[in-house]
Antibody, heavy 121, light 106 residues
């Protein structure tokens, strides 16, 4: 059974940084492209970032480009999202998700439960 | 690529046939997926590649379309189907979602 567990969310002041983690079990992370998707309170879903199975290819939403970085440690079976220069409109639940298919033709078949990031002074 | 879902809200009864539409701002071939999300939970994959049912998803769910217009149909609405539904295009980066359709009990 695939299990993705996000952690690292919390309340942070604008312009500060935060690193989210997504620990995987029941799957070998090194075999899969992985994504972060976020959802602002009461709003829809927004794709944030993608990283290829080997870490050699990444893609980002325009709204986070230059401020957010996705990475992975396959030896720890863990995905990361480093978020810098955070803004109030980054406030959201952040989900990690497994991508299936050949990139960019990815759909998401496994999701974590999400971790809430609140950016507020 | 922008995805426009309609309606954004619908009220229906158990047993009703429900159809949700997703329109893409440009052609995406058959690269479309549908998700169901209950309040406070992660989305759940229902359908990918426009019409392929994810394992374990009831057969009352079906998808169709191509190019720029797609539909999700629930043939007979069940109590557990009252949720919000999102479409997602997987044609190219940045991957994008529709705004969602909330299905509520009439």
């Amino acid at each position: 059974q695939v299990l993705l567990v996000e952690s690292g969310g919390g309340v942070v002041q604008p312009e500060n940084s935060l690193r989210l983690s997504c620990a995987a079990s029941g799957l070998t992370l090194s075999s899969h492209g992985m994504h972060w998707v976020r959802q602002a309170p009461g709003k829809g879903l927004e794709w944030v970032a993608f990283i290829q199975y080997d870490g050699n290819n990444k893609s980002y939403a325009d709204s986070v480009k230059g401020r957010i970085s996705i990475s992975r440690d396959n030896s720890k079976n863990t995905l990361y999202l480093q978020m810098n220069s955070l803004r109030p409109d980054d406030t959201a639940v952040y989900f990690c998700a497994r991508g299936r298919g050949i990139p960019p033709h990815h759909y998401f078949d496994s999701w974590g439960q999400g971790t809430l990031v609140t950016v507020s002074s | 690529i922008q995805l426009t879902q309609s309606p954004s809200f619908l009220s229906a009864s158990v047993g009703d046939r429900v159809t949700i539409t997703c329109r893409a701002s440009q052609g995406i071939s058959s690269y479309l997926a549908w998700y169901q999300q209950e309040p406070g939970k992660a989305p759940k994959l229902l359908i990918y590649a426009t019409s392929t049912l994810q394992s374990g998803v009831p057969s009352r769910f079906s998808g169709s379309g191509s190019g720029t217009e797609f539909t999700l149909t629930i043939s007979s609405l069940q109590p557990e189907d009252f949720a919000t539904y999102f479409c997602q295009q997987l044609n190219n980066f940045p991957l994008t979602f529709g705004g969602g359709t909330r299905v509520e009990i009439k």
